[in-house]
């Protein structure tokens, strides 16, 4: 993947996360004018909006405001694995799963939020809840 293709990714998810809170996002940099495009692709789950839940007793939105793809996810469990192949063991089992490739879409969220916690040290999946 060569850096513009990282780049664009990056900004077009900079672009979701702005329109998901609220702000609008534009389309060109004042300092770079538009090339030609490389190639169409698809776009990812990552890009996609999804409507901020509500907490029945606060009324404050839950954790997660912005759909995740497969790929965010396995790269949590390869960051925790790379710190300790038992937290990331674990943090699967806890939800059922022997590998990511076992995690329903619906999990990807809460699962992701956890091996945040895991990768900053705050939550360890080994220990019993």
Not at 45 to 53: M, Q, R, V, Y
Not at 79 to 108: C, F, M, P, S, V
């Amino acid at each position: 993947m060569s850096l513009e293709q990282r780049i664009e990714e990056l900004t077009a998810a900079v672009k979701a996360l702005t329109e998901a809170m609220g702000g609008k996002a534009t389309t060109q940099t004042a300092s770079a004018p538009a090339k030609e495009k490389p190639e169409a692709k698809k776009p990812d789950a990552a890009s996609e909006k999804t409507a901020p839940a509500k907490s029945a007793e606060c009324g404050e939105p839950s954790v997660s405001t912005v759909a995740l793809s497969y790929g965010q996810v396995k790269e949590a469990i390869l960051a925790i694995a790379a710190k300790n192949r038992d937290h990331a063991t674990a943090l699967l089992q806890r939800y059922g799963a022997k590998t990511g490739k076992d995690l329903t879409e619906a999990q990807w969220s809460e699962f992701h939020a956890d091996a945040q916690r895991v990768i900053a040290g705050d939550y360890d999946p080994t220990e019993a809840q």
